[in-house]
Every structure is written in C-alpha cells, then in structure tokens.
DNA sequence: CAGGAACTTGACATTCTGGTCAGGTTTTGG
DNA sequence: CCAAAACCTGACCAGAATGTCAAGTTCCTG
C-alpha cells in the first residue's frame, strides 16, 4: 500500500525527512517503546498508545498498519544499538581498558535509555519471538566475534582461563541489570531513584570485581 | 466469603489438605505463571490460564476471585524463597565459601524454577505495582541484613573495598540473567536449550571471576 | 493558486474480555 | 444412604479493544 512506515517513498524525496510523518511516527514510537516496556505487548492497547501520543487512535493506525508493525519497528531500531557497546572489546585494546569502557558504555546506556533498554529485556524475556531469524542470526555473530577476541586474550595468558561466552553473559547481565531493574536497585539503595552518583558507584564496582577476576595473576597490580 | 482461594477454612479440617481444591489451584497457579511470566499481566487473559489449565473459564472464577488474586497469590508464594539463597551470606561463613554457595544456590534456582523466576523478575521490572508496602519492607530488610554482613568482611579486610549493595547487585543480576535471559544464554552458546553442563560451566565462570574479583588481595591464593 | 497528495478524525462494526450466575453433579461426614 | 457442602459449567452481560471508513482539512508542487 501507499504508506509503510518509516520506509516509505513519497512521490518526491522534498525535505530531509516529512516533517510531519517524522514528527508523528516519532511521538508514536516515544509512547510505544515506554508502553511496551511497561506492559509488554499484549498488555499494551493501541488506544493507550494513542493517547499518551497525544493522537487519535485512528491517527496512529494511519501510520502504522497494526501494533505488530509499531513493535516491529522499535525492534529494529534498537538492534542497532545491541552492537554499539561491543566495539569496546577490540583485540589490539589493553584487556583491562577494553573491559572498563564497555562496562561505563552499557551503564550509561542503561542509565539514559533505560526504557529501550527495558523494553528489548522484555522481548528477550519472551523468548524474542519477534525477532526475525537474520536479526538473531547477527545477534550472534556480533557476539561471536567479541566472544573470540576475550578468548584471544585468555590464550594469550592476559586474561585468567574462563568460558568467555559466560564471561560476556557476566558483564552483559551486571549493566543491563541496572535499567530492568532500576527498582530494585533504588531499593536496595533506599532511594526513590538512581542519580549519576549511583551509577558511578555501580561502574567502579562492576569494573572493580570485574577487572580484579578476570586479569591473569601476573598482570594484576 | 465462603471459600478464600488458599487460606479458606472448610467445615471440618479433615483431610491433610482438600485435594480437589489444592489440585485445582495447584495446576492454575501452575498455568499462571507460565502464562504470567511469559505475557505481562495485562498481557494474560484469564480465558488462557484456563485453557493451559484445562478448566474452563467459570471453575477457574470458583477457586480466584479474580486475575489479581491470582497474581497476589503467586507473589506471595514467591517471596518466600526470595531470601533462599541469601542464606548463605552468613557473617561466621569464609566469604569466598560463602558467595560460591550463594552463586550455586542462585543458579540452581533459575535452572530449576526458570518459569516462576522470570515471572518475579517481570513484575519487578514493571516497577512492583503489585508489591505492597510490607513486601518491599520485608525485601528491603532481609537485603540490609546480608549486605551489612558484606560490609563487615569489607571492614575486616577479607574482602576488597567495594560498595556492598552494588556487590549484591552483581551477584543477583549474574545469577537471575540464566533465568531471565536464558533464550539469549542458549542462542549466545549456540544451543537450542541450556542444560545441566551450561549452568555447571555459569557457575564455574561466575564464582571465579567474582570471587577473584572480591577477595582482598592478601588473602588471594 | 489549483489540484492532488498527505494528513486528520469522529463514528462505527466486530470481536474479545473480565466477570457473573443459576442450576446442575459429585463428595463427604454422619 | 442422605442431606449439605463443595464443586462444576454453559450461557450470558457490559464494557472495552481492534481495526475500518468516509468525509473532511492541510500541505506541497507545478
């Protein structure tokens, strides 16, 4: 049909971006993503959706086939930040400083889009039946080039012997623990809420253990 | 009214439990919280719990109330073993014997009890609505009480100086991730499932690296 | 500035959902 | 074996959800 969401040609390419198409499917996609994070898709109704748009319903659906194709987008965007973080861990970087600064990367970014964050747990959490076998498939080969760059560094005796798999699974779930769980984290804290202090705090001791456990002996301090 | 879902008093005792009820809401709750932790409360229609139950709909409203009873009830069952494997925190404990049983504990309990894990962990990550003002004391407390006996091994010196609450975070945000996550853990070892090897090898990676990674230098072998 | 494309939206049709109920069947204690 | 309690369930309801539509309004381009 004439429109399909963000891909979509109109007769002429004219500006940058439709304002109006972008500016809408943007307010659109704000309000899902915090939704869907919340209540999960099926929890999640159009007609909220519309209305923390600020946007008729019928509106939201003259921009989005179905609410599948709302969560269909919001997985593709955020696939591509699945990634970003990884390139931290480079095999010409000194283990120690790669680790460190994938640790502060996934931390800042649970702490700034904690929503995205929560809302792609969630998916994850459901068995990530909406992800498209290519979109798993590069999932994992992302990983696996990073899962070979760690083992690079145990062969070479800079990092103590361990799974490298497991260990990526260590550093991924002690980062994104901090934007699913922001809640717990503020209760165990006795906060209403996590500030940067908290988050810096969390970065020293996530990387602290971390980088303590993983150095081989000779190259600890 | 008459009958009180769990709690409910029959006219006589009799039996060591009434085993039509206890059958019956067994085999619901059992249904729940698959469903539960898979769609989201709202995500789940009582029409579905009935279906997996293989009840129909009205016998399900005969032992429930309502769908937020039967949330409540499995909350409530729930928080019982979430100070479990805190247990072993003990203060008169070896801290490297203690957090090694604590890391088994922990990830024995997502192996075996993935389901209800991940439905406590998606009702924290949509922010407790259902958790009332005693649970979250309760969890609040039993957690102080385990991260002061952290804080006094930091003050003796057997542990390295870190901040003790964002310790514990490491520690349950590595442990919950094989229950929550376990579709990524599987897809990032290229499985289909985890199996009893997986979590062994989890185990193995996790306690070394935190363990090493906590220890006070001194007392590293 | 005209005309077509893009956008907007109230109202509607259809399907679902949580929840109720009345009238049945089975269990159970005495 | 018999009443009373416990259990079962098809049918039903009111409100809500999804998705459609046709009749408009606004915007852009030639």
Redesign the pocket.
């Known amino acids: 049909m004439?429109?399909e969401s963000v891909t979509?040609?109109?007769?002429?390419p004219?500006?940058p971006e439709?304002?109006?198409?972008?500016r809408?499917e943007a307010t659109i996609l704000r309000a899902a993503v915090e939704l869907f994070a919340r209540k999960g898709f099926d929890g999640?109704?159009?007609?909220?959706?519309a209305e923390a748009s600020g946007?008729?319903?019928?509106?939201?659906?003259?921009?989005f086939?179905?609410?599948?194709a709302i969560y269909a987008t919001l997985i593709e965007r955020l696939l591509k930040g699945w990634d970003k973080a990884l390139e931290h861990i480079r095999a010409d970087r000194e283990p120690r400083e790669a680790i460190a600064a994938y640790i502060a990367a996934k931390l800042d970014y649970s702490r700034r889009h904690g929503t995205e964050s929560r809302f792609f747990a969630n998916e994850i959490m459901r068995g990530g039946a909406f992800l498209s076998k290519a979109q798993r498939r590069h999932m994992q080969e992302i990983t696996r080039e990073r899962v070979d760059v760690v083992d690079g560094w145990v062969r070479d005796g800079r990092l103590r012997p361990l799974d490298p798999r497991h260990f990526f699974m260590m550093l991924w779930a002690s980062t994104q623990f901090y934007a699913d769980f922001a809640e717990v984290a503020a209760m165990t804290l006795g906060k209403p809420k996590l500030d940067a202090a908290d988050y810096e705090a969390a970065r020293r001791t996530v990387v602290d253990v971390i980088v303590a456990g993983c150095l081989a002996a000779e190259s600890r301090p």
Do not use: F, Q, S, W
Request: charged share 40%.
């Open positions: 004439a429109r979509a040609k109109r007769r002429t004219k500006a439709d304002r109006i198409r972008a809408n999640t109704r159009i007609a909220e959706i946007l008729p319903k019928a509106n939201v659906y003259y921009y086939e179905t609410k599948e």
